[in-house]
């Protein structure tokens, strides 16, 4: 939102806010009367019979006043009603502090109404704080007043001497003065808008909010000077026709004098408008820019949320994915493992060992072990000719000379007879024993070695 728009809308605001408007007005002519009614009195118990009291009435006359002022009882009776004056200043600024709270109460929750109860709960409610924000900027006020006035002093140090004449005083007011006065507005205008900031963010420690409204004003310095201008041109505008208006009114008949009071009664209420004016446009403009400030942050913590988290997922992703890999890269070595395991098993198992000379590699595993002797294989087992059968020979009975002449011959031959063994029942012949003198050897399992190494 621009300060064009909020200008705009200030106006349907402050129009629309007709209860709040009349409220300042009662309240307002309740301290008018507080002063009115003694000075009336005054006048009427010193001028009441006197035909000189109609010479102030087309314009003010210092003659007139002067005699007035000689007349005895008349400058007691008016430095009581200075008395009652302060009084009456001290209880308009504390009045439009608690209006001021009420107005920004209601102007903040727009949608909720602009009743008169939330106007006058957020006036008592806000009311401390608004005391203590205006004792802040009061300091701030008088301490840039005392500077500009030490200025003037140290400038004009030698008097009329130094000055020359009174234009060199005219022609010094001349540049301090509107430097002064657009200070002292632009203050006017962070204090307008610290107590919007105040009602907004309901903070109990109002010197944050002090410093707060500084830095919203700088920030968005563009937006909120020009639309305080614009508010201020509205206000001299409002002069300027109540000044023309006061012009073509002469206050000298019955007639004159009460046109003249209703054009008073109504620069009343229009003074009440441009300063609803104002806090309706600030209001409107602050919530505006925060409102898109907020949107914007919470579109960039949106944004960089879904970056993180798409990080994140890309991460674990990768994460995942990195695990999986793992895990087949170790299902595939154990595969490739165990397969070459078994093909040397299955290797081993069918091909006989052959001799082969030690390994006398020392990076090798196996290089310290002894080469295993080589078993021969046993003769393979030839079955039995077939034999016929014999039949029992019929005892042959031979002299007992004859038997021993045969066996007296072989022996002197020195032939050997073996026994011939019953072939039907000779056991079959089994593999040589080794011999006792030969240690049996163990074979390690060289796979087995490889596994548990790996």
């Known amino acids: 939102m621009n300060f064009i728009i909020a200008y705009f809308k200030g106006w349907w605001l402050a129009l629309r806010s007709v209860k709040i408007w009349v409220t300042h007005y009662l309240f307002l002519l309740l301290l008018a009367l507080l002063t009115a009614l003694p000075f009336y009195q005054l006048l009427q118990s010193k001028l009441g019979r006197s ?17 007035f002022l000689n007349l005895p009882g008349v400058r007691s009776a008016l430095s009581m009603i200075n008395s009652v004056n302060l009084i009456t200043l001290l209880l308009f600024v504390l009045l439009m502090l608690f209006l001021t709270g009420g107005v920004l109460h209601v102007y903040r929750d727009r949608s909720k109404g602009l009743g008169l109860r939330r106007f006058f709960s957020g006036g008592s409610y806000y009311f401390w704080r608004m005391l203590r924000l205006s004792l802040y900027f009061g300091l701030v006020h008088g301490l840039l007043l005392g500077l500009f006035v030490e200025i003037f002093r140290q400038l004009t140090d030698g008097g009329f001497a130094a000055m020359g004449s009174e234009v060199g005083y005219l022609e010094l007011l001349q540049v301090l003065v509107p430097i002064y006065l657009l200070l002292a507005s632009w203050m006017f205008m962070v204090q307008d808008y610290a107590k919007v900031i105040l009602v907004d963010r309901d903070r109990l420690l109002v010197f944050r909010t002090f410093w707060g409204s500084f830095g919203f004003t700088f920030r968005y310095f563009f937006h909120t000077f020009f639309l305080y ?33 209703l054009l008073g009664q109504a620069f009343v209420l229009g003074r009440i408008f441009t300063r609803l004016l104002n806090l309706a446009s600030a209001s409107l403009l602050y919530h505006g820019l925060m409102d898109k400030r907020r949107e914007k942050e919470a579109t960039e913590r949106a944004t960089e949320q879904a970056q993180l988290e798409a990080i994140a997922a890309a991460e674990q992703e990768a994460a995942e994915a990195k695990i999986q890999a793992e895990r087949a890269a170790v299902t595939a070595l154990s595969a490739t493992a165990s397969a070459a395991a078994a093909e040397a098993e299955a290797q081993a198992l069918k091909t006989p ?12 595993p196996t290089s310290e072990l002894p080469e295993p002797p080589s078993v021969p294989e046993p003769p393979p087992v030839q079955d039995a000719p077939d034999l016929p059968e014999l039949s029992d020979p019929p005892p042959l009975s031979a002299p007992p000379a004859a038997e ?16 011939i063994p019953d072939l039907a029942t000779s056991p079959e012949p089994s593999a040589p024993e080794p011999e006792d003198d030969e240690e049996e050897i163990e074979i390690p399992d060289i796979n087995l070695r490889k596994e548990e190494e790996e």
Request: no cysteine; glycine share 8%.
């Open 353 to 364: 060992p052959q001799d082969q000379e030690p390994n006398t590699d020392p990076s090798s």
């Open 404 to 419: 021993e002449g045969f066996a007296t011959g072989v022996e002197n031959v020195g032939l050997q007879i073996p026994d």
């Open 229 to 261: 201008l614009l508010n201020a041109a509205t206000f001299i505008g409002l002069v300027a026709l109540f000044y023309f208006g006061r012009q073509q009114v002469v206050a000298d008949t019955a007639p004159g004098i009460g046109l003249t009071l």
């Open 51 to 67: 035909l000189a009291i109609q010479d102030l009435l087309p314009d003010f006359d210092y003659t007139v006043f002067q005699d």
